[in-house]
């Protein structure tokens, strides 16, 4: 019988996250080609005042507009925080905190700049050559995700993304390149980031222009761009137990975990239904078959995955060594006609009374991730990783240069607490790397003053500002918890 653990294992993967397209900027430079995340515009909130406005969809109409007339536009995920130049000054206030890993994803545009290219760029593979040397000066692990939201803007005009087979070479031709240069340096990745954001946004997640799918068939694009991306993830994965013997590798979902809206039958049942949804990602990814249940929602929905010959053993031989989650949230079900549509959105539009909301009213439920972790691990029996978890603020810097984030600390410390309680509970725990351990550009909103970081960066939402980097009082609490693995919280 497998002993209790009391608390974080030793060599526990503390550390922080961040994405390419939201930190590092110098969308122009060292060869990088343009990204789908360099036309995720800024659409004017502060017009509006609201918070919540968010750029995860783009359209072919406005691809043509912000490709002719750039300068009408904010592009902030082009500009990032200037990680591209400022990347030994954050590596090193990371390891001033005592990270054991830092997560972060390499841009395909800045190794590939169209994608079609036979030979990568050398600029782009050396410039992850020094991060990842940097990190090595400090003893930390790089996490590093393959694909993070984005993919040469030249996939999406030429094939529309992934809903085209055509990409599924081009990215295994990538996978390879990074996996070989940097076969000495990096022993953590992940293919995918989120692969069930899919059902979200298939822009996003899939470099798809929705408005180019023929009517009605936006759910079947979905499944076949998915089908595309669990082949391309799956040959990365063989790849990198050629290439990095000792590597592990991983898949990563947004978990969205369900809670039913009443005790009735019919809501428990859509709960069930909704967890399965965004689980037969990792069911793909880590059991190597499409789960069962997905054939009736498949039938159901009149939804055809076109596979090719040798497509299941592909899958069955690039089954992932671990499952690593994003955590922000719970969502509250019920039985309804947009059920299944609510099921794969980010923020479920029922709140539950029980939980607060932060100022992006998402709701804050530290249990919900125990519950999710118990959920995992019984239905894989593999590594977890937290890769994902913090909160989204507006942070105030004083005259004097401090940042009092009180709330920032509070809610990860509850998080913290019940990773701790389900490491009790026999869950297999590899690390956590809380989101945007630095400030950056927000995914969703493409907003600086969404602020997740333990480090203040000096950029407003138009991009304005010193770009000066200050210690927030979370800064100091991480640093100690690092030190205590988890016993001073």
């Given at each position: 019988?497998?002993?209790?653990?009391?608390?974080?294992?030793?060599?526990?993967?503390?550390?922080?996250?961040?994405?390419?397209?939201?930190?590092?900027?110098?969308?122009?430079?060292?060869?990088?080609?343009?990204?789908?995340?360099d036309y995720a515009a800024y659409k004017d909130p502060y017009a509006t005042g609201k918070v919540d406005n968010f750029t995860f969809d783009v359209t072919s109409k406005e691809l043509a507009e912000y490709k002719e007339h750039p300068e009408k536009y904010l592009f902030p995920k082009r500009w990032g925080i200037d990680f591209y130049h400022r990347y030994k000054e954050d590596i090193a206030l990371m390891a001033e905190m005592g990270f054991k890993t830092f997560r972060v994803s390499i841009s395909w545009a800045r190794i590939f700049p169209t994608g079609l290219e036979a030979e990568p760029n050398e600029e782009g593979l050396a410039f992850y050559d020094k991060v990842f040397?940097?990190?090595?000066?400090?003893?930390?692990?790089?996490?590093?995700?393959?694909?993070?939201?984005?993919?040469?803007?030249?996939?999406?005009?030429?094939?529309?993304?992934?809903?085209?087979?055509?990409?599924?070479?081009?990215?295994?031709?990538?996978?390879?390149?990074?996996?070989?240069?940097?076969?000495?340096?990096?022993?953590?990745?992940?293919?995918?980031?989120?692969?069930?954001?899919?059902?979200?946004?298939?822009?996003?997640?899939?470099?798809?222009?929705?408005?180019?799918?023929?009517?009605?068939?936006?759910?079947?694009?979905?499944?076949?761009?998915?089908?595309?991306?669990?082949?391309?993830?799956?040959?990365?994965?063989?790849?990198?137990?050629?290439?990095?013997?000792?590597?592990?590798?991983?898949?990563?979902?947004?978990?969205?975990?369900?809670?039913?809206?009443?005790?009735?039958?019919?809501?428990?049942?859509?709960?069930?239904?909704?967890?399965?949804?965004?689980?037969?990602?990792?069911?793909?990814?880590?059991?190597?078959?499409?789960?069962?249940?997905?054939?009736?929602?498949?039938?159901?929905?009149?939804?055809?995955?076109?596979?090719?010959?040798?497509?299941?053993?592909?899958?069955?031989?690039?089954?992932?060594?671990?499952?690593?989650?994003?955590?922000?949230?719970?969502?509250?079900?019920?039985?309804?006609?947009?059920?299944?549509?609510?099921?794969?959105?980010?923020?479920?539009?029922?709140?539950?009374?029980?939980?607060?909301?932060?100022?992006?009213?998402?709701?804050?439920?530290?249990?919900?991730?125990?519950?999710?972790?118990?959920?995992?691990?019984?239905?894989?029996?593999?590594?977890?990783?937290?890769?994902?978890?913090?909160?989204?603020?507006?942070?105030?810097?004083?005259?004097?240069?401090?940042?009092?984030?009180?709330?920032?600390?509070?809610?990860?410390?509850?998080?913290?607490?019940?990773?701790?309680?389900?490491?009790?509970?026999?869950?297999?725990?590899?690390?956590?790397?809380?989101?945007?351990?630095?400030?950056?550009?927000?995914?969703?909103?493409?907003?600086?003053?969404?602020?997740?970081?333990?480090?203040?960066?000096?950029?407003?939402?138009?991009?304005?500002?010193?770009?000066?980097?200050?210690?927030?009082?979370?800064?100091?609490?991480?640093?100690?918890?690092?030190?205590?693995?988890?016993?001073?919280?």
């Amino acid at each position: 019988m497998k002993q209790l653990q009391s608390g974080f294992p030793q060599g526990f993967l503390w550390g922080g996250a961040t994405a390419a397209n939201q930190i590092e900027g110098a969308y122009d430079e060292g060869g990088k080609g343009l990204s789908t995340s360099d036309y995720a515009a800024y659409k004017d909130p502060y017009a509006t005042g609201k918070v919540d406005n968010f750029t995860f969809d783009v359209t072919s109409k406005e691809l043509a507009e912000y490709k002719e007339h750039p300068e009408k536009y904010l592009f902030p995920k082009r500009w990032g925080i200037d990680f591209y130049h400022r990347y030994k000054e954050d590596i090193a206030l990371m390891a001033e905190m005592g990270f054991k890993t830092f997560r972060v994803s390499i841009s395909w545009a800045r190794i590939f700049p169209t994608g079609l290219e036979a030979e990568p760029n050398e600029e782009g593979l050396a410039f992850y050559d020094k991060v990842f040397d940097e990190c090595a000066k400090y003893g930390i692990e790089p996490l590093v995700t393959m694909s993070h939201y984005e993919m040469p803007i030249t996939l999406t005009e030429k094939y529309n993304g992934w809903v085209s087979r055509e990409l599924i070479p081009l990215f295994e031709k990538f996978a390879r390149v990074i996996l070989t240069r940097y076969k000495s340096k990096v022993k953590y990745w992940i293919t995918f980031n989120e692969m069930n954001m899919n059902l979200n946004s298939l822009y996003t997640g899939a470099g798809v222009l929705e408005d180019l799918i023929a009517p009605g068939q936006k759910l079947q694009a979905t499944y076949q761009a998915s089908h595309h991306q669990f082949l391309a993830s799956a040959l990365a994965v063989k790849a990198c137990k050629e290439i990095i013997p000792d590597a592990k590798i991983g898949c990563m979902i947004n978990q969205i975990e369900s809670y039913a809206l009443t005790t009735k039958p019919e809501d428990q049942l859509q709960a069930l239904k909704s967890n399965q949804l965004n689980m037969f990602y990792p069911d793909v990814q880590a059991r190597g078959e499409y789960p069962s249940y997905m054939a009736r929602y498949f039938a159901d929905n009149d939804i055809h995955v076109v596979m090719e010959e040798g497509d299941e053993e592909i899958l069955r031989e690039g089954t992932v060594d671990y499952v690593a989650i994003s955590y922000y949230m719970s969502h509250v079900t019920e039985a309804r006609e947009d059920a299944a549509k609510l099921a794969g959105s980010f923020d479920s539009p029922i709140k539950n009374e029980y939980l607060e909301l932060s100022q992006w009213d998402w709701p804050i439920d530290p249990i919900g991730l125990r519950i999710s972790l118990m959920k995992l691990y019984d239905r894989y029996e593999k590594p977890l990783f937290v890769c994902e978890n913090g909160l989204g603020a507006k942070d105030e810097l004083t005259e004097d240069g401090k940042i009092h984030d009180d709330y920032r600390i509070d809610y990860i410390r509850q998080h913290v607490e019940q990773m701790k309680e389900a490491i009790k509970d026999g869950v297999d725990l590899m690390g956590y790397t809380t989101w945007g351990c630095i400030d950056l550009i927000s995914c969703g909103t493409s907003q600086m003053s969404k602020r997740y970081g333990f480090i203040y960066v000096d950029q407003d939402d138009e991009g304005n500002g010193s770009l000066e980097r200050y210690r927030k009082d979370s800064f100091y609490w991480y640093k100690e918890v690092i030190e205590s693995n988890g016993e001073n919280l």
